[in-house]
């Protein structure tokens, strides 16, 4: 049996944790950039993956003080390989159509504002201080993503099936970010962060009642898909998009302008 | 360039920065914008202490960049800018010369509202909102029902 955590370890795990859902969401959402339906859509989620990408900096620029190896948060970010990601699966899971990108991102920013709200009262000041900068551009996020999945759940017919179909797929992928292991464990007895279970119902209330209002139905099943945030198994989608986000580092190690 | 004999205020650096542009804004001052939040001599060195607005503003580079130009520029040499990111940024940080110049230049001032409070351009209060976001990350597009025209307003956080 590997030894138990110590307290630094643990923490580094849950700011990679925080960092590696914003860097590979932010990451997967400038995907759009160029290709969204609508140019003020285009400049919408251009911003939202540039306030996420920002948000990565401070996680990851903290992962790599408390590390303690020198490391940047770039280092972090373009010098790891699959296996060393902790961001929850359902940040990677590709794109799709535009109906399925927005349905993630509501999925997600709703987990995000809940878990920041407690961040803001950590016992480590420099996580409360990057929750409460956070905070606010994740409040505007949910307001955004919340509203366009009501306005196309509750749309057109057509619009309307893209987004249960996208409910229906990205569903399975929800339950992970409540999955509670020793890495959170260490963090409640610090003070520096909620258990995740403890934020889901607060997270089932405000999913249905913004879905109720798009006239979408939750599906009936608690199978959730895990492996992501504790690194044991990422999709196949990871992979390649690390093939991507890291290439120019991978070509050219240490490249800067 | 010329090299100071003695120290200058902290008042003469605040107003050298206050001559600043901000680098997407450029009619409004870093000062008038908020982010600068504190200058003070520790010996020899000049600490100014900044906050940036918007997580992911590429922006901020730059404005670290123009700050340490305009006082090198001034004569200071030994200049250390630190990030401060608590207290969070604030619009309401913003200084209402500054807010005057926003509305002047074409772009709406924030409001608590969580919108305009009336067209830049035709000061009409018949706006409507085009998108959340705009050309930067401060920044919402709305257009005047009135006079047509689109415009920017100053996102308030």
Redesign the interface.
């Known amino acids: 049996m590997a030894a138990p955590l110590t307290q630094d370890e643990a923490l580094f795990q849950f700011l990679l944790r925080m960092g590696d859902n914003t860097l590979i969401l932010g990451h997967r959402v400038s995907e759009w950039c160029g290709h969204a339906p609508v140019l003020e859509e285009d400049i919408a989620l251009a911003n939202t993956a540039l306030d996420l990408i920002g948000q990565t900096q401070m996680w990851l620029g903290l992962a790599g003080e408390v590390q303690g190896e020198d490391k940047s948060a770039d280092d972090l970010a373009f010098l790891r390989d699959v296996w060393d990601f902790r961001n929850v699966l359902l940040v990677e899971v590709p794109n799709e159509d535009f109906g399925r990108t927005l349905m993630r991102q509501f999925l997600f920013d709703a987990w995000h504002s809940i878990q920041l709200g407690h961040l803001m009262k950590s016992s480590d000041e420099r996580i409360s201080a990057i929750a409460a900068k956070t905070s606010k551009e994740v409040a505007y996020h949910l307001e955004r993503s919340a509203d366009t999945v009501v306005g196309l759940g509750d749309g057109t017919e057509e619009s309307h099936g893209y987004m249960q179909s996208a409910l229906d797929y990205l569903w399975p992928y929800v339950g992970e970010m409540f999955a509670s292991d020793e890495v959170d464990a260490a963090m409640v007895k610090a003070g520096i962060a909620p258990d995740p279970a403890s934020l889901r119902a607060d997270y089932d209330a405000l999913i249905g009642r913004v879905l109720a209002e798009a006239t979408l139905n939750i599906p009936d099943s608690g199978f959730a898909h895990k492996g992501g945030r504790n690194g044991k198994m990422h999709t196949e989608h990871l992979g390649h998009l690390l093939t991507q986000m890291q290439w120019l580092q991978r070509a050219y190690p240490g490249a800067s302008w | 360039m010329s090299q100071l004999h003695e120290q200058p205020s902290v008042d003469q650096i605040w107003e050298w920065l206050d001559a600043v542009p901000d680098p997407e804004i450029p009619v409004i001052s870093l000062v008038d914008l908020g982010i600068i939040r504190g200058v003070d001599w520790q010996e020899d060195t000049l600490v100014v202490s900044v906050t940036?607005t918007?997580?992911?503003?590429?922006a901020t580079a730059i404005i670290n960049l123009d700050i340490e130009t305009a006082l090198r520029d001034h004569g200071l040499n030994k200049i250390q800018l630190k990030t401060q990111?608590?207290?969070?940024?604030t619009t309401d940080w913003m200084s209402e010369k500054g807010r005057a110049r926003l509305e002047e230049f074409g772009i709406a001032p924030p409001q608590a509202a969580g919108g305009p409070e009336r067209c830049p351009n035709c000061k009409s209060t018949n706006v409507t909102r085009?998108?959340?976001?705009?050309?930067t990350?401060c920044k919402a597009?709305w257009r005047c029902q009135d006079c047509l025209e689109p415009f920017d307003y100053f996102?308030c956080?």
């Open positions: 940036p918007y997580s992911g503003c590429p990111i608590a207290p969070a940024w085009v998108s959340q976001f705009g050309s990350p597009h996102k956080i």
